[in-house]
Every structure is written in structure tokens, then in C-alpha cells.
């Protein structure tokens, strides 16, 4: 896996790290944060990818100095790494789901601090700076919470906009800025990758999405940076949005297993 830089100012930068080379596990993207010398990792990911990821970090900062992590949900592919870099730093704070606490120490971390957040959200302060943990609920977890930075801009979706790329993918979604039609078969072609078939089945609830699609229209968001696929960036933020607002979720529930 890469590290490559999302948004970047003197002392408050963004960077995915991406691209997998494992590819017996879901490909998943992890993100990291720094405000002012201070570090949190988001959706650290899983054991299997630990050392691809722990390599990619120390390219961005020493581990030792990573402050907090955050995880959205209770999911493997998101924490089942939690008791190595509990290892590698005991003095991390970890930043998850109230309603998953007893069951994300499954993955062994029975002595590691937590911060539970509460099912409404709550804001995290790094380097001084306004990190806004935004409920996302049965997106698609039961909690779920996704991370907005209105400072930079960068929203974090954990599985909202995920698409299932091949090895050598690019960490952004194409852009085509010269040609509107262009830019719309580009985001065309990447939700191609498996998008529709993703949110159909793993989102459950078309409630839920309207919520959270109303919500978010209100931020102003360059970055929307998912767990899997690539970054939506620019007037793909907008793309994506129309996109997941006019597609049917809960298709299981319809008996409807394509
Ligand atoms: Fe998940
Ligand atoms: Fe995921």
C-alpha cells in the first residue's frame, strides 16, 4: 500500500493510504490526519493488512506518535487490527461506537483505553482543531459514524461510496474537468466497479440514506473519501450524492440477490 496526500496546509493535512497488494481480503483504503504534530488514524483496518498499513504510516509519521484512531463500525476489514497497534502504541486513544464497545474488544484489546461515542455524536479536538464524528447510522451498521473536518473540507464516509477497484487503482475518482459529459462518464465508469450492487445489498435502509444524503448536502465538502474505492473529489461529491439519493437500498429484502 501508498500513501498519497488528500489536502495540505503548513500544519493541518489529510493522506489516504491505498492500494492494497493483498488481495485475498477486501481492498480497503485507511486514512490519516494531522493537526498541528498530532495524529488519528481513521478505520485502521484489518489484521491481514497490518503490516502494509503500519509500513505506509511511518511514511507519513512514526507510530509512536499517532494520538487517537477512530473506527466507524464494528467490521473486520475497519478493527480486527486494533490489538497490534494497541501493541506497537498502548498510549493510542481509540475512538469508537458506543453501541460496539463490548463487541470490538472481541478482536482482543480488553485493557485498551476507549472513548465510546455516543449514539447522537460528539467532537474530537486535535492539534486544536474540530474534528465532527457524524452519526451515519445503519450505514451500514447499526453505528455507524462518519468524520467531517469543515477546516479542510474532507469528509469521511467509511463505507458510503465505496466501489471495488482492481490492483493499481488511482486514489481519486477520474476527473475530466474541461467537459461536463466527460466528468459524467467518469464517475459512470467507476461506479461501474461494483458501487451499485455494493450499496443495493450492504446498505439496509432507504430512510436511513435520505437522512444522511439531506444532512450532508448541507456541508461543504471537497474530499469525500470512502473505505473502499476511491476519493470523490469536486463536483463528484455532488455526482455521488444524486447517484446514492435515486438508488433503492435493502435489496435483500426484496429477494433480490443479483
Ligand atoms: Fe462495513
Ligand atoms: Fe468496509
Not at 171 to 199: L, P, S, T
Request: net charge negative; with cysteine; aromatic share 14%.
Amino acid at each position: 500500500m501508498k500513501a498519497a496526500p488528500i489536502y495540505k496546509t503548513n500544519d493541518h493535512r489529510w493522506w489516504i493510504i491505498y492500494d492494497q497488494e493483498e488481495q485475498r481480503v477486501i481492498d480497503s483504503n485507511v486514512y490519516v490526519v494531522e493537526s498541528r504534530g498530532e495524529f488519528m488514524i481513521l478505520d485502521p483496518g484489518g489484521f491481514e493488512i497490518f503490516p502494509q498499513v503500519f509500513a505506509a504510516v511511518t511514511e507519513i509519521a512514526p507510530p509512536s506518535s499517532i494520538r487517537a484512531a477512530f473506527v466507524s463500525h464494528q467490521d473486520p476489514d475497519i478493527a480486527s487490527s486494533l490489538p497490534l497497534w494497541a501493541a506497537c502504541n498502548p498510549a493510542m486513544q481509540w475512538y469508537v461506537p458506543k453501541l460496539w464497545d463490548g463487541f470490538i474488544r472481541h478482536y482482543g484489546a480488553l485493557d485498551t483505553p476507549f472513548v465510546d461515542i455516543p449514539d447522537e455524536g460528539m467532537d474530537v479536538i486535535l492539534g486544536g482543531r474540530k474534528l465532527s464524528l457524524v452519526p451515519a447510522h445503519y450505514l451500514h451498521a447499526s453505528a455507524n459514524f462518519h468524520v467531517f473536518d469543515a477546516a479542510a473540507k474532507v469528509y469521511f464516509s467509511g463505507d458510503v461510496g465505496a466501489a471495488l477497484l482492481p490492483p493499481g487503482h488511482s486514489a481519486f475518482v477520474e476527473r475530466r474537468k474541461a467537459n461536463e459529459a466527460q466528468e459524467d462518464k467518469a464517475f459512470a465508469e467507476h461506479i461501474a466497479h461494483g458501487a451499485r450492487y455494493f450499496h443495493q445489498r450492504w446498505m439496509p435502509s432507504n430512510r436511513a440514506k435520505k437522512d444522511w444524503i439531506e444532512r450532508v448536502r448541507n456541508l461543504d465538502i471537497d474530499f469525500l473519501c470512502p473505505q473502499h474505492g476511491a476519493i470523490y473529489a469536486g463536483a463528484h461529491v455532488r455526482r455521488f450524492l444524486d447517484w446514492f439519493d435515486a438508488l433503492t437500498v435493502g435489496s435483500a429484502l426484496d429477494h433480490n440477490y443479483e
